[in-house]
Structures are given as C-alpha cells and as structure tokens.
C-alpha cells in the first residue's frame, strides 16, 4: 500500500457523505423544478434547462470544498459564510466554462436571490430574477427543509411547508403557488426519497476507495 493511502483514507471519510448528499440533494431540485416548470406550462425545452440548472446549482460548492472540509458539523463564522455565499457565482464561473447555455447560467448565479432584496448575490429583486432562478430558490429550499442536515433532522412536507409559508415575502407568489400544487401530488413522496440513491451512490463510492487503495499495494 502506498504511503498515500492513509492519509485517502481519512479524508474520504469526510468526502464521502458531503458528496452522496450533496448530489441526492441535486436531483431533488433537479425533479422538483422540472414539476413546477410544467406545473407552470413551460415548454419542454425550459423544462428541461431548469432541471439541468437544479442538479448544477450548487457546483460553485466543489470550489469552496477544501475550505470547509472537516468543518461541516461546526457553525460558520460570519467570514466563512461570506466565502461560502460567493458559491452561486463561482458556480455560474464554471458553467460558462463549459459552454452551458446563459438562461442555465443565470439560474445557477441568482437561484440565491429572494423576491425582497434580501438575497445574494446582487440582492435583485422580483422580476430582475430571472423566472428560473426564482424556481429553483423554492425547490431548493424545500428540499433542504426535507432531508437531514448535520444540525437537524428532517422536517416533515407539512412543516416544511407551513416553514416557507412564513418566509412566503421571499419567494415569487406564481411560482410558490405552482410549487404548493406540485408539493400536494400523489408521488411527492417517491420524488423525496433519496435513500436509495444515496446507498448506490455509497457503494460506488466505496469500490472506487477499494480500488484506489488496492493500486497502492
């Protein structure tokens, strides 16, 4: 085994779950976005974009990850919290880069805005955010309310939603009105369910650490 090895293996400990989260939490949004986009009788094409654009909101993470890495359980300080904000436009950075279309550019960049100015990164307001971008903001949201973080448990849909209710000033009123039409379906359900995911996610993840440290040996 490789002296590389060890010091993998600690540190995969640590990527490990921040990656199957990170990438259930994206078909989340991902699926949720897509729904309220046809909820909201956008054509195929914008349906589509927006369900790229909710599984690559938040890519920008990858570049702020060995910043915070080893620190997830631990409350940021207001200086790393500014860093970890900046995510959405580094996000957006790395789209451009790879030649992804603008309206799923300026999704990504602004699905951090709030409908009253309070959001980030440019504090638009309402219509100035573009209407995929307020799409995501919801769903992504909601999907954070609804899976375990490393500080709290899961809230359940009821709570969650009665949650977003009282911060409805955020959000744009169509879109959360299409989205609570979307959240009372039938499989909603099926749609949250990322354990399944999760596990497979995790069982790649550990061949690929056996397979890298079997290379060392």
Do not use: W
Not at 63 to 91: C, D, F, P, Q, W
Not at 135 to 147: G, K, M, N, Q, Y
Not at 162 to 181: G, H, P, Q, T, W
């Amino acid at each position: 085994m490789s002296e590389s090895a060890p010091v993998y293996r600690k540190q995969y400990a640590i990527l490990r779950p921040s990656v199957t989260k990170e990438l259930a939490h994206a078909c989340t949004v991902s699926n949720l976005a897509f729904r309220v986009g046809k909820e909201m009788d956008f054509s195929g094409e914008e349906c589509h974009e927006l369900a790229v654009a909710g599984f690559m909101h938040d890519i920008g993470k990858l570049e702020l990850a060995k910043y915070v890495r080893g620190h997830e359980e631990e409350t940021l300080v207001i200086e790393e919290m500014r860093y970890v904000r900046s995510h959405s436009a580094l996000g957006a950075e790395i789209l451009i880069k790879n030649g992804y279309s603008q309206k799923i550019v300026d999704m990504v960049k602004f699905h951090h805005e709030n409908c009253d100015g309070t959001g980030y990164p440019m504090n638009l307001t309402r219509e100035d955010i573009p209407i995929g971008a307020r799409i995501l903001r919801v769903c992504d949201v909601f999907a954070a309310l609804t899976s375990d973080r490393p500080y709290r448990r899961a809230f359940d849909v009821d709570t969650a939603v009665e949650l977003m209710i009282e911060e409805s000033k955020n959000y744009d009123v169509e879109v959360f009105l299409a989205f609570l039409r979307v959240v009372h379906t039938q499989d909603l359900m099926e749609l949250l369910d990322t354990a399944g995911l999760e596990e497979q996610l995790n069982r790649y993840m550990r061949d690929v650490d056996a397979g890298f440290l079997n290379s060392g040996e």
